[in-house]
């Protein structure tokens, strides 16, 4: 099973309007972490937000916020009053075993959705 | 600036050849990882270091890959007899006390 998916592989979203990424992970690690990143055509992945499985309140980052449901598995990525530069792929993460003395370090990465703003 | 720096930015082979990538982490950070990322795909992981130990490697690293951290801070990840599904994006990144990783700018390597 796939662990992280992203079921969105384009968006298109007016400027100044908000817009939800989803994405669902797989783990029976009961420590966790999730994470965004961007990717614009440049290339260089850019980090946008973190949430810890153990978290009690959402995560926010300027116009970034990410909608954490545990029960349903979901992490989708909410972006507020969009701007032509959010226009890039966006792609969810995780790294599993936090907290574990030489538990798991790397991050493992949907597929990515590609969002364009438009005018 | 004091990001993570990646050399060269692209990299264009014959098959068979050997390459080097060399990654400069953020200074302070003591953790380091390299990823490929293949078009369309986000990124794999290959391997992670925690200062100069290699503490995991993927089983997408295979026997031609090496990657080394000699003295903790750049590391680097060479490639030996090239093949043509070695063309991809190569990333490393770097962190600190946080969860976060930082990446480079990644390396492009096409091998012809």
């Known amino acids: 099973a796939q662990k992280i998916t992203q079921t969105q592989p384009g968006m298109f979203v007016q400027e100044k309007e908000a817009v939800t990424l989803d994405c669902t992970y797989d783990t029976s690690d009961p420590s966790y972490g999730l994470f965004w990143y961007k990717q614009p055509s440049s290339g260089e992945m850019i980090f946008l937000i973190y949430q810890g499985s153990y978290d009690q309140q959402n995560a926010t980052e300027g116009r970034y916020s990410l909608n954490f449901q545990k029960a349903r598995k979901s992490a989708n990525l909410v972006i507020s009053a969009s701007q032509l530069g959010d226009s890039a792929m966006y792609f969810c993460a995780m790294r599993e075993g936090l907290g574990v003395t030489g538990g798991g370090n790397k991050l493992t990465f949907g597929t990515g959705t590609q969002l364009k703003v438009e005018l | 600036d004091t990001g993570v720096s990646q050399n060269p930015r692209h990299k264009i082979t014959k098959r068979g050849q050997n390459v080097t990538f060399r990654c400069d982490p953020i200074?302070?950070?003591?953790?380091l990882y390299w990823y490929r990322q293949t078009l369309g795909q986000g990124p794999e992981f290959l391997t992670y270091?925690?200062?100069?130990?290699?503490?995991?490697k993927s089983r997408l690293l295979s026997d031609r890959f090496s990657a080394e951290r000699p003295k903790g801070s750049f590391s680097t990840l060479e490639i030996q007899r090239t093949e043509q599904g070695d063309s991809a994006m190569y990333l490393c990144?770097?962190?600190?006390?946080?969860?976060?990783?930082?990446f480079g700018p990644g390396t492009r390597l096409t091998v012809t």
């Open positions: 270091f925690q200062n100069e130990a290699q503490l995991e």
């Open positions: 990144a770097s962190s600190g006390p946080g969860n976060e990783q930082y």
């Open positions: 200074s302070e950070h003591n953790r």
